[in-house]
C-alpha cells in the first residue's frame, strides 16, 4: 500500500521479480568441462575476457585506412564546429554533465554515486575540474578512474527468452565506471551531441536524437513490397558483427576521429580516457583480479556509442560509393545499406560482383577496424523473383534463409502475408505470460489497468509502429484477454466503453489497443513531414508523385469518406503510408465557421470544397500558386472575376473550369466571406492542430481524439441518471471523481467507490442476485435488504456509528454534515479532502467488518491508515497527507509511531 499500484518504477519492478539473471552459477566450456566452484566461474571469466578485450591480431596501418578512404567523399567538421569540441573542460561542461545524470544508478568501484556530486558541486567543482584537466596534461587519468566493474547481464533470443546461461557468449558484460569517470566521458559526449549528425548519414538511426529505428524497418519492408508487387530480383543481407562493441581497435577510432577532422584537443581527451584501462568481473558478489584492456568500448560509458558510430559509418561511406555494389531501387530511390548501431542490413542487386564486393568490403573493413561479420550467423533473404531460388553461390557460406529473419525486434517472413500474424502472435503469446504473472497477486481494477496500460500495451508500441494494423479477430482476441484479465475470467461487471474512459469521467481509463493503433499510424505524417532526410520521408514523397503533394499533403481537408479520392491520388503510394495518411486526415479535418479560417482553407484535396461530391485536385493551379480560398479573393473580399484572375496568375485555365472552382465554394462561406473586407497577405492552411509543426508531439491528442470519433469510451450516463433518480437531484460527477482520486492514494479505496457508482458492489442483495449466498438481509440489522443505500446510511447500527464519527470529528474541529448525499459521494469542494478521505474510510471500515462497528475500532483503522500514508514517499500528488494535521489527535500518533 505504500508505493501504491502506480505506474511508478516500483510497481513495474514488480514484473521483474526475478530480476534479469546476473550471476552465473555454472559454466559449460568448449571442451566439455563444467566449471561450477566460485574461483574456477571467476578465472574462467578472466581468462574468456582476457581474449576478447585484448588485441591478438595485426591490423591495417593509419596510411592504409587514408588510402582506402580517400577515394570516397566523406564528411568533415568545418572549423567552427572543430573549435566546439575543443579545448580543456570548462564548469558548465561540467554542471551540464553531472545534471544529465539519473539519480538511483548503481555507482562504481570507488561506491560514490552520482548524486553526491549534484549535492556538493559548489564545494567539488574546483577540485574535479583541476583533476579533469590535470589528467590532460599527463595524457591518462588515475588508477581508480580507469578502474571499470563488469556487470555480465544474460542475452535474450529473438523471443525475448533467455539464452542458455552456461555458455559465456550468452552474456553480455556491462561496464560500471566510477563517476568522475563517466562525468568526464559524459562532458566530451556533450560535444560530439553537438556536431554528429553532420557526421552520421541518415542510414544510422541509432543513438542520435531525430533518428528513429523504425525507419529502418519500413525500409526493409517497402522494398519487400515493391519488388514483390514488381516481380524484381533482388537480395536483403542481414549481418551479425561478432561482439563489435566489444574488439572495435582503439587505434581505428583514433584514425577515424582524424578523418572527420576533429581537432588535437578532442583526439587528446579520447586517448585519456582509452589510455591503459582495466576491468574487475564481479559475479555472485566475489570480484575478479584486473583484467587490461586494448580494444573495445565499454558499454556503460557515455561516449562509446557516439564512439562507436562514428567508426562502423566508415563502412557506411565504403559501401554507398562503392560503384561495384548496386543496391535496390525502389521509386527512383537507390539503397544500400541500413544501420542501427552495429545491425546492419544491405539491400543488393543479386549479381556476382555486387555480391563479391560487399563481402570484400565487409572483410576489409574488419581487418581495419576489428569489426568482423559472423557468417554463420549472417542470413540473406532473397525477395521479389527471387523467393526461395537457390541459384546462387556466395565465396563465403551465408545461409538464405527459409523461414523468418530477426532485424531490429521484427521478425521478417518471406511471406509478406505472414508478416502482421506472426509478429502480433509473438507478442500475444508473451501477453499472456506476463498477465499469468500477475494472476497470482491481489490488485484492484486500477492496478490490472495499469498493468496493461504499462506492460502489456508497450509490448505491441513499436510493432503497431513499424507494421500493417493486425486484423479484426486479433484486436477482438487481445480485448478477450485482457478483461478476462480484469475480471478473473468472470462476465463484465462494467461496459467497456465505459471503461476506456477516463477516471475522471467514471472510467477505469483503460487504454484501447485500437485507437493506439490508429493514434500512432497518424502520427507517422508528422514524423514524415518534420524529417525529410529519412529514407521513409524521401520514399514517400517519391511516391506521392507531383511535388506540389509533397510540400502540401499534411494540410488537405479530407473526411472519412474519401478513402476513394486517396487510393486514386497516390496509386504508387504503399497501404502502410496510405493507412497513415487516412488516419491524418481524419484527425486534422475540420469545418471552418469563421472568416480567417475560410480564408485559409486550401482549395485542393479538401472535402468542403467538392465538384461532382468528389474533393477537386487541379495539378495548374498548384503549379501556378493558386492555393487557398484566399487567393480567389480581391481586397474586399469578393471574388476575383476570371480577367482579373488570369492578369495575377496566368491564363493558364478555361473560364468554365474558374467557374466550376468558384461554385464550388459552398454558399454558406460566401455569405460570410461577403461580410469582411479584412485583407489577408499571408496564408496558413487552416487545421485542426498546429502543435506538430513544432515537432512537439501530438501522439496524446490523436488518442484522445480517436477515442472520442470512434466512441470508444461513453460517459455512464445511464448511471448519472439513475442516482439522480435515487436522491431526486443532478450531482456534479466530475467535481466527485476528481475529489475521489485526490482524497486518497489507495487503488483499492478507489476501486471500492467505483464500485458503489456502478452498483457492483457485493452487498448481501447483489450477492443473492448473483446467486453466491441466499441471505440478503442487512449484516447489521439482519431486518432489511442489504443494498447500497441501507448498508452506509439507513442501516440502524450504521446511524448510530456515522452520529459517533461526527461528534468525535467535532471534538477534533471537524464538521461532518449528516446526509445521505455527502456519505455516499462525499463533500463537493475541495478544502474538504480531509473529510473526504475520512467518510470514504468510513464506509470501507463498516463494509469490511461484519459487526461490531464502533467508534474505537474506527479511530484505530484511521491511525493505521495515516500512518501507511504518512511513510510514502513525498508527492505533489498526494494531496491528502496536508489535511491530516487538522486533527488533534495527529500530534499524539505521530509520538506513538
Known sequence: MEQGEKCNKYFLQLQNRNYPRKNISKILKDDGTNIISTNGILETLMEYYNGIFNEKEPHLSYLSLSEHMEMYPHPELTNVQQKLCEGLVTEKELYDAICSFQNGKTPGLDGIPVEVYKTFFTEIKDSLLACYNYSFEIGCQSNSQKEGLISLLLKHDVEGQDKDPVKLKNWRPLTLLCCDTRILAKCLALRLKKVIQDLIHPDQTGFLKGRFIVDNIRRLLEIMDYYDKENLPGLIFIADFEKAFDTINWNFIYQCLNIYNFGESFIKWIHVLYQNPCSKIINNGHISDKIVLSKGVRQGCPLSAYLFILSIEMLAIRIRNNANIKGLEVNGLESKSSFYADDASFYINPDALSLDSLITELDSFALLSGLKPNYDKCSILRIGSLKRSNQFSFIVPIQCSEGPVNLLGIHIPVDKELLVKINFEIKLQKMNKILQAWRGKYLSIFGKVTVINSLILSQFTYLLQALPSP???????????????????????????????????????????????????????????????????????????????????????????????????????????????????????????????????????????????????????????????????????????????????????????????????????????????????????????????????????????????????????????????????????????????????????????????????????????????????????????????????????????????????????????????????????????????????????????????????????????????????????????????????????????
Open 471 to 897: 486484423d479484426t479477430l486479433f484486436m477482438k482476441t487481445y480485448e478477450k484477454v485482457i478483461f478476462n484479465f480484469i475480471w478473473n475470467g468472470k462476465t463484465d461487471k462494467i461496459k467497456r466503453t465505459y471503461v476506456y474512459n477516463t477516471r475522471e469521467n467514471g472510467g477505469l481509463g483503460l487504454k484501447s489497443l485500437a485507437i493506439l493503433d490508429m493514434a500512432l499510424k497518424g502520427a507517422w505524417i508528422q514524423r514524415l513531414y518534420n524529417n525529410q532526410h529519412w529514407f521513409s520521408s524521401k520514399l514517400f514523397i517519391a511516391q506521392c508523385g507531383a511535388p506540389s503533394i509533397a510540400k502540401l499533403y499534411p494540410f488537405f481537408q479530407l473526411d472519412q469518406e474519401s478513402k476513394v479520392t486517396l487510393n486514386n491520388l497516390f496509386p504508387d503510394l504503399s497501404l502502410f503510408f496510405r493507412n497513415c495518411l487516412s488516419m491524418w486526415f481524419c484527425f486534422q479535418f475540420s469545418t471552418p465557421d469563421n472568416i480567417l479560417e475560410i480564408k485559409q482553407q486550401i482549395l485542393w484535396l479538401n472535402s468542403n470544397i467538392c465538384i461532382d461530391k468528389k474533393p477537386v485536385y487541379w495539378q495548374s493551379f498548384l503549379d501556378n500558386n493558386v492555393l487557398f480560398v484566399n487567393d480567389l479573393l480581391n481586397d474586399k473580399g469578393d471574388f476575383l472575376s476570371y480577367e482579373s484572375f488570369t492578369s495575377i496568375y496566368g491564363n493558364f485555365c478555361s473560364k468554365l473550369r474558374y467557374l466550376q472552382l468558384i461554385s464550388a465554394i459552398s454558399p454558406a462561406w460566401k455569405t460570410i466571406l461577403i461580410d469582411s473586407n479584412t485583407y489577408l497577405g499571408v496564408c496558413r492552411p487552416a487545421i485542426k492542430n498546429y502543435k506538430w509543426l513544432g515537432h512537439r508531439k501530438v501522439n496524446l491528442d490523436m488518442y484522445t481524439f480517436f477515442v472520442s470519433f470512434k466512441n470508444t469510451a461513453i460517459s455512464p450516463y445511464y448511471f448519472h441518471d439513475y442516482w439522480k433518480s435515487i436522491f431526486d437531484t443532478p450531482l456534479p460527477w466530475l467535481n466527485i471523481f476528481k475529489n475521489l482520486y485526490k482524497s486518497s492514494c489507495s487503488t483499492y479505496l478507489w476501486a471500492f467507490q467505483v464500485k458503489i457508482f456502478y452498483k457492483i458492489l457485493p452487498t448481501k442483495k447483489m450477492l443473492k442476485i448473483w446467486r453466491i449466498t441466499e441471505d440478503k438481509n442487512c449484516r447489521y440489522c439482519g431486518e432489511e435488504e442489504e443494498d447500497i443505500l441501507h448498508l452506509f446510511w439507513y442501516c440502524p447500527d450504521v446511524a448510530r456509528f456515522w452520529h459517533n464519527v461526527a461528534a468525535w470529528l467535532y471534538e477534533q474541529g471537524l464538521i461532518l454534515l449528516m446526509s445521505p448525499i455527502y456519505i455516499i459521494w462525499g463533500v463537493y469542494e475541495e478544502e474538504n479532502m480531509l473529510l473526504n478521505t475520512i467518510v470514504l474510510l468510513g464506509k470501507y471500515f463498516i463494509f469490511k467488518r461484519e459487526k461490531h462497528i464502533k467508534l474505537e475500532l474506527f479511530v484505530m483503522f484511521l491511525k493505521h491508515y495515516y500512518l501507511l500514508t504518512k511513510n510514502m514517499i513525498k508527492d505533489k500528488s498526494r494531496p491528502q497527507s496536508d489535511s491530516w494535521p487538522k486533527l488533534a489527535l495527529i500530534k499524539k500518533w505521530d509520538k506513538e509511531q
